[in-house]
């Protein structure tokens, strides 16, 4: 199999904010709109260069949704920023009305999400968001696994004419996919090609199944790794490929197994070819209090979980 190398690890969230701090110079057509979380979603290079485009709407998450599709109307891209839980739950009237309904070209950026927000607990991580936001007609929904794609992916989506949700995280984690990448909207990234079973996988549990597939390596079994990092639209033809080829696959997510990545392939495996299936989720509960990797660990979403769920499957082959 491909080996990967962690080049540095470092927060998603600070990919973001390259991202948008470079759209800033390159796109006069980019403002961004921030819930009192600056620091947070890493957005001072941006208001350090351009102050005029940016605007603190303070602690009025619905407010600030609600400026976002207005700024479109006079051709504007805003970006819109704070904690996923606030970006989707709070303000989840405000998205379906005024930006959903009437397709309007609003990114909605959403840092701290899933269980590795850690500490702050279960109130802030919100494991539902992928299921809010896919379920919304005409709503791009994107987890991106690294820095470097997510500074891909805030670039690219500035480019796409229409409303994004763009998932990230606060955790420090590794960094292995290109610096210089092209970001593509719904297009699945094949990272390891295996004949035994499929893995797919999306956000921070993409490092994890690679780490997984090599230890599967090492017992004899064969696993192609795929990289969802667009849950909708899903890259339908690609997972049918692999599965045609391996007979089985494994999702992972770090989302409720309710409502994500999951269900989305199974719906498209229930519709062209029923196969076995395992799921590497949160099982329909909240979280709690701990640091990422005690959470991590406990609520079975890391490499030792996808291999164990890998067995599973292939046993049902």
């Known amino acids: 199999m491909k080996k990967y190398t962690n080049t540095g690890s470092k927060d998603t969230r600070s990919g973001f904010g390259a991202g948008l701090a470079e759209l800033g110079r390159t796109n006069e057509n980019v403002v961004a709109l921030c819930a009192d979380l600056i620091g947070s ?14 605007f603190q709407i303070g602690i009025a998450e619905a407010n600030m949704i609600g400026i976002a599709a207005g700024f479109t109307i006079g051709g504007k891209i805003p970006f819109t920023g704070t904690f996923a839980n606030f970006s989707t739950g709070r303000v989840y009237d405000q998205i379906r009305q005024s930006i959903a309904y009437s ?22 991580q919100i494991l539902e968001d992928i299921g809010l936001m896919k379920m919304l007609p005409g709503m791009t929904v994107i987890n991106t696994c690294d820095y470097n794609q997510t500074k891909a992916a805030t670039l690219a989506i500035a480019e796409y004419q229409g409303p994004v949700y763009l998932r990230f995280g606060r955790p420090v984690v590794a960094n292995f996919t290109e610096a210089d990448q092209k970001f593509e909207i719904g297009k699945a990234l094949m990272l390891s090609e295996g004949t035994d079973v499929t893995i797919v996988a999306t956000g921070h549990l993409v490092w994890e199944a690679l780490q997984a597939a090599e230890q599967l390596e090492k017992e004899g079994i064969s696993a192609e790794v795929i990289n969802i990092h667009t849950i909708k639209p899903l890259d339908e033809e690609a997972i049918l490929k692999s599965v045609s080829k391996t007979g089985c696959i494994v999702t992972a997510e770090e989302h409720n197994f309710l409502g994500g990545l999951g269900e989305s392939v199974a719906r498209v495996l229930a519709i062209n070819s029923p196969l076995p299936q395992e799921f590497v989720a949160v099982q329909d509960t909240f979280g709690e209090s701990g640091t990422p990797e005690e959470l991590m660990e406990k609520y079975g979403l890391n490499a030792q979980a996808i291999v164990a769920k890998t067995k599973a499957v292939l046993a049902r082959k």
């Open 41 to 54: 979603l890493k957005m001072d290079e941006f208001i350090k260069d351009n102050p005029e485009r940016f």
């Open 103 to 124: 397709n309007k070209n609003v990114k909605i950026c959403a840092s701290h999400a899933g269980l590795t927000l850690g500490e702050d607990g279960a109130t802030h």
